[in-house]
């Protein structure tokens, strides 16, 4: 192997990182010219200027698994790795939307709990259940693209459960059909919203709060399961270092194109297993 390959892959790499994400300090840096009192050079579009036609020149980091692709064909002298880079990039991109999916689950879970809260405080200080909504709505976002149909609806004394529990369907807005319950008893059998709404947060907070229990409880497994994947690179790296040069094996020897091959299935198999097991626990 040629002594510059290294160095090479190594410079390669860190010019697509710095070409993937150079544009992000963009803002920052031109904020930082103007309030230091610096002036922009001659020529320099305006602020928030953006050639069109070219949304997409923001990449996602999925496509960092085609950088690793050519660093490994590079170092390798193979061109597999460039084969399976782009089989790899919407695998990683549907895990990382799942896993954006997650979080948003989760902020509006807890929008919800603060949009409960809100009305219950308003209430207290008098503001009518419409107004409280309105306030309650608007300060947390709780109701997502549903928010004007609802506010509508308290607005102009529209079915406000029913409004409230379609907003519900939402992924994470399950807490919504609980204050459809509330405000549909406080209509129709005159009990005290604020009251029920009190009960309906605690219960939410205590449910967030068990979630978040178990998943701390599984973070261990979730460890266990990184430390997995990450054996084989740890080994390959290890045979690197002891010059046993195991990419060359892997990729221009038949044996090795067998391993490759058979490894690179049992390990897929065995993460995907993994993570179904860790992944029931947590739906359980």
């Known amino acids: 192997m040629v002594t510059g390959q290294p160095v090479f892959a190594a410079a390669l790499c860190a010019g697509a990182a710095v070409w993937l994400f150079a544009g992000r300090d963009r803002g920052p840096r031109r904020g930082r010219l103007l309030f230091a009192g610096g002036a922009l050079p001659v020529g320099t579009p305006p602020l928030g200027w953006w050639p069109r036609g070219r949304p ?18 590079v170092l390798g002298e193979s061109l597999l790795p460039l084969l399976a880079g782009p089989a790899a990039v919407p695998l990683v991109g549907r895990r990382l939307r799942a896993r954006e999916r997650g979080k948003e689950r989760d902020r509006r879970a807890d929008a919800v709990i603060e949009l409960c809260a809100a009305i219950a405080a308003e209430l207290r200080a008098g503001c009518q259940p419409g107004q409280a909504l309105r306030f309650g709505a608007r300060a947390t976002g709780a109701l997502g693209a549903e928010e004007p149909a609802v506010l509508a609806a308290a607005r ?9 529990r379609r907003a519900a369907g939402a992924d994470g807005a399950d807490g ?29 907070r205590d449910q967030r709060e068990q979630r978040e229990r178990l998943r701390a409880q599984l973070s261990g497994a979730w460890a266990t399961v990184v430390l997995l994947a990450l054996l084989p690179v ?10 046993a040069e195991p990419l060359r094996v892997l990729l221009h020897t038949p044996a090795g194109l067998a391993c490759l091959v058979v490894g690179g299935a049992l390990e897929a198999a065995g993460l995907w297993w993994a993570g179904r097991i860790v992944r029931a626990g947590e739906e359980s």
């Open 56 to 73: 997409g020149l923001r990449l996602k980091p999925e496509w960092l698994c085609l950088v690793g692709a050519l660093v490994l064909a």
């Open 176 to 204: 919504l059909a609980g204050l459809a319950a509330c405000w549909q008893v406080a209509v129709d059998g005159g009990a005290g919203l604020a009251a029920g709404l009190d009960r309906l947060e605690a219960a939410l």
């Open 234 to 243: 740890a080994g390959l790296a290890m045979g690197a270092a002891l010059g």
């Open 156 to 164: 102009f004394g529209g079915d406000v459960p029913e409004a409230l």
